[in-house]
């Protein structure tokens, strides 16, 4: 499936005009719509993961076993140097797994947006279950059940029938980045494996886009931010690329230079 403009971007088009191009353009790099994603697989038969592959999925798991941690805390984003919204999220272990929380508000020409999402791992970083939900001038939901490679998707959108859509990627190892729900990057520079280092291909998931395909992340090691050496993570298609900020573990920045973007953590 591939998303028309009024679906790929639900919470933008009430936006005062003179932001929307911003937006949209934080949208394809933070939001991650479906320009990002080009060579997206999807329910299409899929090929057998190579040796390599195999090796660095084995290897993912290790190190997310591994790295997960308890945190909490909160995102401020800013588009032109203006506040656009805020997310709050946690990150805690649930049973032999993990649950990754977060709740967002997004301010527009209508009012408050809320989007939420929460996301169960096993302890390898393998996802289980992933259920979002927006609430505002639009309400719609989903519930995607990973199985294996697969992961299916029942969307219940407000006025429509209930949509269920499937698709099948390489290696359980895939990684949900949904939109305007940033700690989901927490995550993946949790699934980076920062011994091997290098540049590493990710499988990932939209879910509010209902888009697949892959990025690439690579440590560019210690640069100096406002005075503070953090270790920054290079996140790209063929296309377009963000940047992430960690002081250790902790996720504390993202920018979009392309959109003027930034996602800080208070």
């Known amino acids: 499936m591939t998303p028309t403009s009024e679906h790929a971007w639900p919470l933008l088009a009430s936006i005062a005009p003179e932001l929307q191009a911003s937006l949209r353009a934080l949208a394809g790099l933070i939001a991650l719509g479906s320009v990002f994603f080009p060579t997206a697989a999807n329910s299409a038969p899929r090929t057998p993961p190579s040796a390599a592959e195999r090796t660095a999925y084995r290897s993912r798991a290790l190190n997310a076993a591994t790295v997960f941690t308890s945190e909490k805390g909160k995102f401020r984003i800013e588009v032109n140097g203006q506040e656009m919204g805020q997310e709050e999220f946690e990150i805690n272990p649930s049973g032999d797994g993990w649950v990754a929380h977060g709740t967002s508000e997004i301010r527009t020409a209508q009012g408050i947006e809320h989007v939420s999402g929460t996301l169960e791992l096993r302890a390898d970083g393998t996802p289980v279950r992933y259920q979002w939900s927006m609430q505002g001038a639009r309400k719609a939901s989903a519930d995607i059940a990973f199985k294996g490679p697969t992961a299916t998707i029942e969307l219940h959108a407000e006025g429509s029938a209930p949509f269920t859509q499937q698709f099948t990627f390489k290696s359980p190892q895939i990684t949900v980045l949904d939109n305007n729900l940033y700690h989901q990057y927490a995550v993946l520079a949790r699934l980076y494996d920062w011994n091997k280092k290098g540049a590493q291909t990710f499988s990932v998931l939209v879910p509010q886009d209902m888009t697949p395909g892959t990025v690439n992340v690579e440590a560019l090691g210690k640069q100096d931010v ?10 790209k298609s063929e296309d377009l690329e963000l940047d992430l900020y960690l002081d250790g573990q902790r996720l504390v ?11 800080i953590r208070e």
Do not use: C, F, T, W
């Open 253 to 263: 920045r993202i920018v979009a230079p392309s959109a003027n973007a930034k996602i």
């Open 226 to 235: 406002d005075g503070k050496q953090l270790d920054e993570l290079r996140v």
